[in-house]
C-alpha cells in the first residue's frame, strides 16, 4: 500500500515479503515513463519505504513495485 495519497514530499510504500527477493519500485508519470526507480534486495519481513517525489510535478502517477514473483502496480497523485 501507498500513502499518504495524494502526497506532496514523501510517499510511503508497506509491504511484506515472506522470502528474500530483489524488489524494485519505479514510478512513472501518466505517460509510462520511468521517473524515480530504486532497486534493493530484502529478506523476510514487513517493511515501511519512503520514496522522496518533492521534485515531481503535480499529477498522477503510478508506483510499480516489482519482486522475483510479482509486479503490482499503484495509483497515486501529487499535489504541492
Known amino acids: ?4 495519497n495524494p502526497t506532496s ?3 510511503n510504500i508497506s509491504y511484506s515479503l515472506n522470502e528474500q527477493t530483489n524488489v524494485k519500485f519505479e514510478i512513472l508519470n501518466i ?3 520511468v521517473v524515480i526507480a530504486n532497486e534493493t534486495v ?3 519481513g514487513e517493511y ?6 518533492s521534485g515531481l510535478n503535480n499529477g498522477c502517477y503510478f508506483l510499480r513495485f ?4 510479482k509486479i503490482e502496480t499503484l ?6
Open 31 to 33: 505517460l509510462g515513463e
Open 1 to 4: 500500500s501507498t500513502f499518504p
Open 42 to 44: 530484502q529478506g523476510v
Open 75 to 80: 495509483r497515486f497523485s501529487i499535489t504541492h
Open 66 to 69: 516489482i519482486t522475483d514473483k
Open 9 to 11: 514530499e514523501l510517499l
Open 48 to 53: 515501511l519505504t519512503p520514496l522522496t517525489v
